[in-house]
C-alpha cells in the first residue's frame, strides 16, 4: 500500500481520511514560533463532493485510496442517471447528477469520459478539455453587430448556456472549453 507523508502534498492529491477517498484542493506548511510544524488543508471527498479542512501534524502518514480510472463512453441519461460503457468489455454503470457535479452540461452523447472508481464503484467523472457540442437555440445575429465583438447566449444541446459571438447560428457545432464553460471556436456552421 502506498503512503503519503504530509511533505508529499501537492494540490490535486488523492488521500484517504477516515476510510474516505479525499482530493487535496488547497494546502499550507505552517511553521508556527512555538510548538510543532503542521499542514494544514482543504479537501473535497470524492464521493460526496463535500470540503474538509483540516489540519496534520508534520510527519503524519495517509494511505493512498483504492483508485482506478477507465475511459467510458457516455451513453444515454434516465432521470438523474447517467450511463456509461466500457468500449472494451462493454460493462456498464451509471453516474447521478450529484456524483457528475456539473459536468453534465458540456458532455453530449457518446463523449468518451474518465470515470473515477473507489473500490470497485462510480464515483466521478472528467471531461476532456474540449468537447464539440450543437448550438440548440440562440437569437439571430443582427447585420452590423459582428464589428462590435459582443456576444449573446446560446443554449447547447445539452441544455448548458454560454456566451457566443454574434455570428454563430442555431445547428452550428461549436467547440467549448469545459474546464471554463467558455465558447472556444465554431467547428462546423449549420
Do not use: W
Request: without cysteine.
Amino acid at each position: 500500500m502506498t503512503v503519503y507523508d504530509t511533505s508529499d502534498f501537492r494540490n490535486g492529491l488523492k488521500i484517504e481520511v477516515r476510510g474516505e477517498p479525499y482530493v487535496i484542493v488547497e494546502f499550507q506548511h505552517v511553521k508556527p514560533g512555538k510548538g510543532n510544524q503542521f499542514t494544514r488543508t482543504k479537501m473535497r471527498n470524492l464521493r460526496t463532493g463535500g470540503v474538509l479542512e483540516n489540519n496534520f501534524r508534520s510527519g503524519e502518514k495517509l494511505g493512498k485510496p483504492d483508485l482506478e480510472e477507465k475511459e467510458m463512453q457516455f451513453l444515454y441519461r434516465d432521470g438523474d442517471q447517467y450511463h456509461f460503457m466500457d468500449n472494451e468489455t462493454y460493462e456498464q454503470t451509471f453516474l447521478t447528477v450529484a456524483q457528475l457535479g456539473g459536468v453534465e452540461k458540456f458532455m453530449p452523447e457518446n463523449t468518451i469520459v474518465q470515470i473515477l472508481f473507489y473500490q470497485g464503484q462510480a464515483i466521478s467523472a472528467d471531461l476532456p478539455n474540449f468537447v464539440e457540442i450543437k448550438v440548440a437555440q440562440t437569437d439571430p445575429g443582427v447585420k452590423g453587430d459582428t464589428a462590435s465583438g459582443g456576444t449573446k447566449p446560446a443554449t447547447l444541446e445539452t441544455g448548458a448556456t454560454i456566451q457566443v459571438p454574434f455570428h454563430i447560428d442555431e445547428g452550428d457545432l461549436l467547440r467549448v472549453d469545459t474546464r471554463a464553460g467558455q465558447f472556444v471556436q465554431r467547428v462546423r456552421g449549420a
